[in-house]
């Protein structure tokens, strides 16, 4: 090829290269207005509304749920490219509330029984606790120290996520006045969360293996350790007083192994719930790819469960049955039965599926507040608390898919 030509063909070609950047740059231009214009529409036709949390008084948050518009251009330049609805804005901040909640009481845990580094920093650790929760797996510290981290991360990505939409976070920071565990490890701060009179709701262990039965159509399910589901017992060392005898320090390792099991297997079912109510395919999205690992955790801890020695607490008269034998045992309560069985869902007409249950989307976000207030997390806590999580959750719950 002559070099006149080459010099054609280059220029040919740079031509068609100009071009087509022009076209692509009119089209940008066209997909920006149309951006605008849509998002100027959808402004008008819905009410973008975020809450703010008012922490403080009662009649603050009462009064003080103020509604602002998510600016257009917040929806127009974020991530989304569709915008939030105030069911969305609503759903995220009754999750990253749930989110706090658990990295509090994960944080403890952390601190006298997980591993302590840069991390997930603070405490210093109890040996004698920690070799009782070794008891349920010699890994137990590391899975300690994973789950904290991943709640950490979870409530900073959706607190990050909400301001990225200009929707305000959620800051639960003036309620952290809890005392700390004065075990030899645990720092003293104030906490959200009370690890120290807990009434553990052990029936998750017998819903996973039901094959007939589902709490979305009704049923209910005998408890593991019916004694954890009455009275108030310590899941981590109260003081160093604590740490003996040795069954009584292993009856509290137990404790936790089985509020483990309670916490995730909650917000396994917590995010499918709501995922049914959330408009946005983005929030969606951040719902189905954090709740997994909700259940990533609950499997491990359903495991570990399983391995809590069986002892009466000579201290508390608490007992941790054997769980293999009877009147345990069996297909309800047998330990190494560890995956979801089938089960009926929707309807019992259909054939058995192995499941997350419950998932009904009804009052999803009142039901875990209610478990968690039930399960003494929350004891010591103020009414302010308590209102402004009823609230988070009753406008978490009032979202309308599409609306
Ligand atoms: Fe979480
Ligand atoms: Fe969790």
């Known amino acids: 090829m002559s070099s006149a030509t080459i010099r054609e063909r280059s220029s040919k070609s740079n031509k068609l290269q100009q071009a087509q950047r022009a076209q692509a740059e009119r089209k940008d231009q066209r997909s920006m207005e149309h951006e605008a214009q849509r998002a100027k529409r959808t402004t008008s036709r819905r009410s973008f509304l975020r809450t ?3 922490v403080g008084a009662a009649t603050t948050i009462s009064s003080g749920l103020l509604t602002t518009a998510v600016p257009a251009f917040a929806r127009a330049s974020g991530t989304s490219s569709s915008g939030l609805t105030k069911g969305d804005v609503a759903i995220l901040r009754f999750l990253a509330a749930a989110e706090i909640i658990e990295s509090d009481l994960w944080q403890q845990y952390n601190e006298l029984g997980g591993i302590q580094d840069k991390e997930v920093p603070g405490g210093s650790g109890s040996a004698i606790y920690t070799r009782h929760l070794l008891k349920l797996d010699t890994d137990m510290s590391q899975y300690i120290h994973d789950n904290t981290e991943d709640e950490i991360s979870h409530f900073t990505f959706i607190d990050a996520y909400l301001k990225s939409q200009g929707a305000d976070p959620v800051n639960l920071d003036h309620f952290r006045h809890l005392p700390s565990s004065k075990a030899t490890g645990a720092q003293q701060i104030g906490r959200l969360t009370n690890l120290m009179q807990l009434t553990v709701d052990t029936s998750w262990w017998t819903r996973y293996r039901s094959r007939t039965e589902n709490p979305d159509l009704g049923d209910t399910f005998a408890q593991a350790v019916p004694g954890l589901s009455k009275g108030q017992f310590p ?5 160093d007083d604590d740490l003996e005898p040795r069954d009584h320090i292993q009856a509290i390792a137990n404790t936790a192994g089985f509020h483990f099991g309670f ?3 909650g917000g396994s079912s917590l995010y499918p719930s709501l995922a049914q109510r959330v408009t946005n395919p983005e929030v969606l999205r951040i719902l189905l790819s954090i709740g997994p690992t909700e259940t990533s955790h609950f499997q491990t801890w ?6 809590a020695p069986s002892l009466t607490d000579p201290k508390s008269g608490l007992v941790f049955p054997n769980l293999n034998a009877a009147p345990f045992g069996g297909q309800d309560f047998q330990t190494n039965l560890i995956m979801p069985e089938p089960t009926v869902f929707l309807n019992r007409k259909f054939p058995p599926v192995s499941i997350i249950r419950p998932t009904q989307t009804e009052g999803a976000a009142m039901g875990a507040v209610k478990a968690l207030t ?9 009414p302010e608390f308590l209102a402004l999580l009823n609230d988070l959750a009753q406008q978490a719950d009032a979202a309308v898919r599409g609306a």
């Open 263 to 265: 916490i995730e297997q």
């Open 302 to 307: 359903h495991d570990k469960a399983g391995n």
């Open 374 to 382: 039930d399960d003494g997390l929350f004891i010591g806590q103020s």
């Open 235 to 239: 899941a981590i060392p109260r003081s």
């Open 52 to 54: 703010s949390v008012a």
